[in-house]
């Protein structure tokens, strides 16, 4: 059997060990020191934000914005229908109610339309929602003028979740820096890792404050432990800080060399009848996070999504549908949603192939070999 070709793993890029040793021989094997802080500002000065707390995973960062904006038990907070569960799960952890918005077909991502469409009704309904999770999937930035003017207009906070983003932009300005908070994920899979690991970003400083506070057990300044609030065990250990540094040094050979795989699947699959990519409009960056495609069995021949999926997995070869909506989730169907129609489309028809940053010419050769 040839070697198992994964959808999208980790990729170190060399000077992550020396990071981990320097932790080692200072001892600061622990989730404070040096690394954390370094990691910090340079994860803010990338993406252009002033202020970022480096927490223990992107779920943690959403749960910690939530809670600083002080979203309550019986709140309501709007969500990305076409997401991954980490983007909604806090909002249950806080005993608010989700409320599902679906996708256009323009970017996959939040229906600007929809969006106040679900904001009026449920004003009328007698509850304004408290916030608004924004999802940006698979590298591609959402109708982010649409969407912000949406949020501003009804005055509701936007928690960006750009786990998938890192290293995109908008008309030059990076995902993730234009909600009040931003969220990144630095999960193996990701397109840089800590080996688990997330960070909240805001231009508010004392909102960042807040969640370090939050994220490390809420200790009041006393001697002794003392505690006026609830608090998190969050914060990044200092030996991933340290893995981020090195993984921060290659962010930009990450976006380029999973563009190039997007490029070559498209010049490879692009005339396919019944195939089909993301679209990137005209102003968006993608970091192409993963490589998606659409497979419309109408022009195919009949051929579908599983049938290409399955026969993937033959070849040891890792590919997987699109995230399966949050709407039709059995843990999430009894909250209320907005459409659904563009995510189920979506979720039908649509494969991630393996994107991977270290892929081979003869990987991604692989690959498309058994797709054709
Ligand atoms: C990965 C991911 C998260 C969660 O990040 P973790 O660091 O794994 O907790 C949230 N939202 C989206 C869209 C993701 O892809």
Redesign the pocket.
């Given at each position: 059997m040839s070697k198992r070709i994964y959808l999208s793993p980790p990729h170190m890029g060399g000077e992550e060990l020396a990071y981990i040793h320097q932790a080692f021989d200072t001892n600061w094997v622990s989730p404070a020191g040096p690394h954390i802080d370094t990691f910090e500002k340079e994860l803010g000065a990338y993406n252009g934000i002033e202020y970022c707390a480096a927490l223990s995973?992107?779920?943690a960062a959403i749960h910690l914005a939530l809670v600083i904006l002080g979203v309550k038990p019986g709140d309501e907070v709007i969500c990305s229908s076409f997401?991954?569960s980490?983007?909604c799960n806090p909002i249950v952890y806080v005993g608010a109610t989700p409320v599902f918005v679906d996708s256009e077909l323009d970017t996959w991502n939040m229906d600007p339309v929809l969006l106040e469409e679900a904001i009026l009704d449920r004003i009328k309904e007698g509850k304004k929602p408290k916030a608004i999770v924004l999802?940006h999937?698979y590298g591609m930035p959402a109708k982010l003028n649409e969407l912000m003017a949406v949020s501003r207009k009804y005055e509701i906070p936007v928690i960006e979740?750009a786990?998938?983003v890192l290293g995109s932009t908008f008309f030059g300005q990076k995902a993730g820096t234009f909600g009040d908070f931003g969220v990144y994920?630095f999960?193996g899979n990701?397109i840089i890792t800590t080996s688990g690991g997330?960070a909240l970003v805001s231009k508010n400083e004392d909102w960042i404050k807040k969640a370090r506070f939050l994220a490390t057990q809420a200790r009041d300044a006393a001697p002794h432990y003392q505690h006026s609030e609830i608090g998190y065990n969050y914060r990044l250990s200092n030996i991933s800080a340290g893995i981020g540094l090195g993984q921060l040094k290659v962010i930009d050979d990450r976006v380029r060399q999973r563009r190039a795989n997007f490029e070559f699947y498209r010049g490879a699959l692009g005339h396919l009848p019944g195939i089909s990519f993301q679209p990137e409009m005209s102003g968006s960056f993608s970091n192409r996070w993963l490589t998606t495609i659409l497979i419309d069995p109408s022009k195919t021949g009949g051929i579908t999504r599983e049938d290409i999926r399955i026969a993937l997995e033959k070849e040891n070869i890792e590919s997987r549908p699109l995230w399966k909506p949050m709407h039709l989730q059995p843990v999430f169907q009894q909250f209320p949603s907005y459409g659904g129609g563009v995510s189920e489309r979506l979720f039908e028809r649509g494969l991630c192939l393996p994107s991977g940053s270290a892929l081979s010419q003869e990987e991604l050769k692989r690959v498309i070999s058994f797709v054709l």
């Open positions: 995973s992107g779920t997401t991954f980490g983007s999802v999937l979740d786990a998938e994920s999960n990701k997330g």
